[in-house]
């Protein structure tokens, strides 16, 4: 359990931003078990850019794809994205976003493979910032990012 007191932390709850519409989770899930999960993603996405699961999601097929510039290119806009909606939500660049809050967790995919992808293109400062955004975001690091060593912090994410 992590002392947020200690921290200097008065809000244990942190940012929590809104569900996304069900209609999109929804879209997600079957995209995600379709023939070309990739392809329905795509017309997912060309209709909701601003949809962060969506880019986690096709950052995952391309990295076990072994596709890194594209999970790269992927993962990149749906950390931008989430920038935008937890700034939206009053976060000022630091303090606490919960991924025991499930609207949260998108952000959590999208930080995670673009650490684990630039960890293999050798981007280890770019990697090392994404894991320091982890564990500032939520110092419970639900991710486990503190037990990653050089060779599994290359491997595909686990969302």
Same mark, same amino acid.
């Given at each position: 359990?992590?002392?947020?007191?200690?921290?200097?932390?008065?809000?244990?709850?942190?940012? @929590?931003?809104?569900? %996304?519409?069900? !209609?999109?989770? $929804? +879209?997600? =899930?079957?995209?995600?078990?379709?023939?070309?999960?990739?392809?329905?993603?795509?017309?997912?996405?060309?209709?909701?850019?601003?949809?962060?699961?969506?880019?986690?999601?096709?950052? @995952?097929?391309?990295? %076990?794809?072994? !596709?890194?510039? $594209? +999970?790269? =290119?992927?993962?990149?806009?749906?950390?931008?994205?989430?920038?935008?909606?937890?700034?939206?939500?009053?976060?000022?660049?630091?303090?606490?976003?919960?991924?025991?809050?499930?609207?949260?967790?998108?952000?959590?995919?999208?930080?995670?493979?673009?650490?684990?992808?630039?960890?293999?293109?050798?981007?280890?400062?770019?990697?090392?910032?994404?894991?320091?955004?982890?564990?500032?975001?939520?110092?419970?690091?639900?991710?486990?990012?503190?037990?990653?060593?050089?060779?599994?912090?290359?491997?595909?994410?686990?969302?």
């Amino acid at each position: 359990m992590v002392d947020y007191a200690a921290l200097g932390l008065t809000d244990p709850s942190g940012i @929590k931003l809104p569900p %996304d519409l069900p !209609e999109r989770t $929804e +879209a997600l =899930a079957k995209a995600k078990t379709a023939q070309n999960p990739k392809s329905a993603l795509n017309d997912i996405m060309q209709q909701a850019p601003d949809f962060i699961a969506g880019w986690a999601a096709l950052g @995952k097929i391309a990295f %076990d794809q072994k !596709e890194y510039v $594209e +999970a790269y =290119a992927y993962y990149r806009v749906g950390y931008h994205r989430s920038l935008d909606k937890l700034r939206g939500s009053n976060w000022r660049g630091a303090g606490l976003v919960s991924y025991d809050h499930e609207p949260n967790q998108p952000f959590f995919h999208a930080v995670e493979g673009l650490m684990r992808v630039s960890a293999v293109f050798g981007d280890i400062r770019e990697a090392e910032r994404c894991a320091q955004m982890l564990l500032d975001a939520d110092p419970a690091d639900p991710l486990k990012i503190r037990d990653l060593t050089p060779d599994t912090l290359r491997e595909p994410p686990s969302h």
